[in-house]
């Protein structure tokens, strides 16, 4: 396979954080995803060890706390070259964004009632979150991304960590995405590949990363 760069998206893990060389999450960061100008991102990430397995240049895309809705925002706002793969690591289906303008949004997760959007998410999950329609939500995005990247004739893999594991969401019949269910959560389940944690004690350590990106490469190989 012919591959000139790995377009990596996702949330923090995509980005990460919590690795001793990630770069604090800058107030210019959401112009530069837009613009298609990501910072350096962590060597120790799963998107650089992807690259290395791959031997591909690598942009990393994955921005900490966003929602699948975004995820799908900032994959369709890129430039792609010939020969580009997209890989995706869908994040949890509780979360949503809320666009105000141009580059500029707000990300509402359970992550966020102990910031300073506390009292935005706490509307949020009191009045207007329900399952369903978050359910819909997420598959919405999912399944847009995927239809945006086939008609630019770009390679696209999904995959996607959540803290209610695959098989027990409800999949829309509409869906035509195959995604793979990454196990960091689930210990119990026999696909669990969390090996350790990164510097804040959170996000997944260099060890865990490394074995999901052996687990995209082994998707991506056999394709």
């Known amino acids: ?75 369709i706002q890129q430039k792609y070259k010939k020969n580009d793969i997209a890989v ?17 949004w707000f990300d509402i997760g359970p992550h966020s009632l102990a910031t300073r959007k506390k009292t935005k998410s706490s509307v ?13 939500e997420n598959y919405s995005a ?6 945006y990247l086939d008609s630019k004739g770009v390679k696209n893999y999904h995959f996607i960590w959540t803290t209610i594991p695959l098989e027990h969401m409800e999949v829309p019949q509409w869906n035509s995405v195959d995604i793979q269910y990454i196990n960091i ?5 026999p696909n669990y590949i969390h090996l350790d944690y990164a510097c804040d004690d959170m996000h997944p350590g260099p060890q865990t990363q490394n074995l999901i990106a052996y687990t995209m490469y082994n998707t991506i190989l056999n394709d």
């Open 142 to 147: 999912i399944n847009f991304a995927k239809l």
């Open 88 to 104: 995706i690591l869908w994040t949890d289906f509780s979360r949503t964004t809320f666009n105000t303008e141009k580059n500029k």
């Open 185 to 189: 959560r689930d210990s119990e389940n």
């Open 124 to 136: 949020f999950y009191k009045h207007l979150y329900y399952d369903f329609n978050q359910n819909i």
């Open 1 to 75: 396979m012919n591959i000139e760069r790995i377009m990596a998206f996702g949330c923090s893990i995509t980005y990460g954080e919590g690795l001793i060389d990630a770069q604090e999450k800058s107030p210019d960061l959401k112009k530069l995803i837009h613009e298609g100008m990501p910072p350096k991102s962590s060597k120790y990430a799963w998107p650089a060890a992807l690259g290395v397995t791959l031997d591909c240049d690598v942009k990393n895309f994955g921005y900490p706390g966003t929602s699948n809705k975004n995820i799908c925002n900032i994959v």
